[in-house]
């Protein structure tokens, strides 16, 4: 099974910081990757699939990047409604696995 | 637009099974697989399994390999999930999503359901 590490596994940040969070596969996963965000007590939600492909809807202040094992995704502009926890997750090869989590806090 | 309203769930006796059910609209069903991931109180995702909207095949995680089964009723476009034997490591809330095709991310989400285990 490929395992997701992410780093850090928590951050605090001044709005408008720019943030940015990695996420490695103990395997290569191609550009299978996939980042969402969660705000408590909510479901998550996609904001980057495929490694760099914005979500409809999704501001313009999110990208990712990276492809094989090392992936990043960047907040450009920290903003206070992206307080969250934000998880990586490999979809190139079953079962599935998803990073344990960053969590984004604004100083 | 797409939506995924889950139901059931709710607080089960140990070694009891649940059922919980996630009624999709706004996309035609049998074109796009269904996951399941649970979440447990204060923890990150996990990835249990997934099934075809258009033939019910699925894929359980071996984690779940036995307790879990997955299937899905086209005629009213709902994908269910069962999971049997249930112990209090099962407490969770547990989300049902649709599969984009191009990189199988989860682009929509059920709004979840808690599943508490206790006696």
């Known amino acids: 099974d490929i395992q997701m590490t992410q780093s850090p596994s928590s951050l605090s940040a001044s709005v408008g910081d720019r943030v940015t969070i990695t996420c490695r596969a103990s395997?290569?996963?191609?550009?299978?990757l996939n980042w969402y965000q969660q705000s408590p007590g909510k479901a998550p939600k996609l904001l980057i699939y495929?490694?760099?492909s914005l979500h409809s809807g999704v501001s313009s202040r999110f990208s990712g990047s990276g492809s094989g094992t090392d992936f990043t995704l960047t907040i450009s502009s920290l903003q206070p409604e992206d307080s969250a926890t934000y998880y990586c997750?490999?979809?190139?090869?079953?079962?599935?696995?998803f990073g344990q989590g960053t969590k984004v806090e604004i100083k | 637009q797409v939506q995924l309203v889950q139901s059931g769930g709710g607080v089960k006796k140990p070694g009891a099974s649940v059922k919980v059910s996630c009624k999709t609209s706004g996309y035609t069903f049998s074109d796009y697989n269904i996951i399941w991931v649970r979440q447990a109180p204060g923890q990150g995702l996990v990835w249990m399994g997934w099934i075809s909207g258009r033939n019910g095949n699925t894929y359980y995680t071996p984690k779940f390999q036995g307790r879990l089964t997955l299937t899905t009723d086209t005629s009213t476009s709902t994908a269910h999930m069962e999971l049997r034997g249930l112990t209090s490591d099962d407490t969770a809330v547990y989300y049902c999503?649709?599969?984009?095709?191009?990189?199988?991310?989860?682009?929509?989400w059920g709004q979840g359901t808690l599943v508490t285990v206790s006696s």
């Open positions: 999503a649709k599969l984009e095709v191009v990189v199988a991310a989860a682009d929509s």
């Open positions: 997750h490999q979809s190139y090869s079953t079962p599935d696995s």
């Open positions: 395997q290569y996963v191609s550009n299978y």
């Open positions: 495929g490694a760099s």
